[in-house]
Structure formats: structure tokens, C-alpha cells
């Protein structure tokens, strides 16, 4: 099964929106308790997230999981820090590629591949404000050109 596929929970929209992202990593994540329950029923939150490497390791931080309503004393702090599982390879490349000024580590996805939680982790290179106004007009033109074939097509 190829990266980025399975059954989709999350995605963080606004990343493509502010960020140019270079390279996709999948990731596995390290859960604690009742969080893979909440996962399955959806209640997760990407936006304002961001992934982080210290010492040697990949940490998600800000990503918002909701305690399991039947988890009582067993949940968890929905925002606490995950780490991410990634080959040392990988993280050796990122280590390096982060280092450049202007590059981070953004979650795309939090999807669910042979009954395990997945992150794609995208290396993003933030936009400035043209570069968004850019994209907009180009989305914009197009959904007309779209939009007229459609026209076209129905005479």
C-alpha cells in the first residue's frame, strides 16, 4: 500500500495552504492508552500542529486527540507530546534538511494503514503572502475553465 493511503481521519488543510510541501515521510505514532479509541472515532485535530526533532527523535506537538468519553481515569492529556516512529535514516535526513532556514515539519494526514494510526509528515517550506494570492488565482481559474466545459458539454 503505497504512502499517504488507508482510511483517511484527519488532514490538515491549512498546511498546503501557508506551506510549499517538498517531501512526504509516514510515520508511525507511539500511543498511549484510550488515544487509538478516540482516533477511531474521529476526534482528532491536525490544525496548529507541528513535528519537532530532539535529541535523535521525532516528537508531534500540538496535535489534539480527545479523551475516550468510556476512558475514565485512563485517558490521556489530549495535547501532550507523541513520538513519531521513523527509520534512522529518515530522521538523519530530516535532521539535515530541517536545519535550512525556512523548512519544517508539518502533519498532512492522520490516517489508519493495516489497524495502525499513521502520520504523513510533510518537509514544508513556508509561503509568503503573493505566493498564497498566487495559488488562490491559479485554483480559481481552474474551477472556470472547469466550470465552463461543463457548460459546454451539457449543450
Not at 489530549?78 to 534538511?97: A, C
Not at 509528515?121 to 472547469?146: C, T
Request: aromatic residues 8%; charged residues 35%; proline residues 3%.
Amino acid at each position: 500500500m503505497p504512502k499517504g493511503t488507508g482510511k483517511m481521519i484527519a488532514q490538515n488543510k491549512k498546511a498546503y495552504h501557508d506551506f510549499s510541501i517538498e517531501e512526504t515521510y509516514e510515520a508511525g505514532i507511539v500511543l498511549q492508552g484510550t488515544e487509538i479509541k478516540s482516533i477511531r472515532q474521529g476526534k482528532v485535530n491536525l490544525k496548529e500542529s507541528y513535528a519537532r526533532i530532539d535529541k535523535g527523535e521525532v516528537f508531534l506537538i500540538g496535535m489534539h486527540i480527545s479523551p475516550y468519553e468510556q476512558g475514565n481515569r485512563y485517558n490521556h492529556d489530549p495535547l501532550r507530546e507523541r513520538k513519531l516512529l521513523l527509520h534512522n535514516k529518515e530522521i538523519s535526513k530530516l535532521i539535515g534538511e530541517t536545519k535550512e532556514i525556512g523548512y519544517s515539519l508539518v502533519p498532512l494526514k492522520l490516517y489508519l494503514k493495516n489497524g495502525y494510526a499513521k502520520v504523513l509528515i510533510g518537509l514544508a517550506k513556508g509561503k509568503k503572502k503573493y505566493d498564497k494570492r498566487e495559488d488562490l488565482k491559479k485554483k480559481e481559474a481552474k474551477r472556470e475553465v472547469e466550470r465552463a466545459f461543463r457548460e459546454r458539454q451539457k449543450m
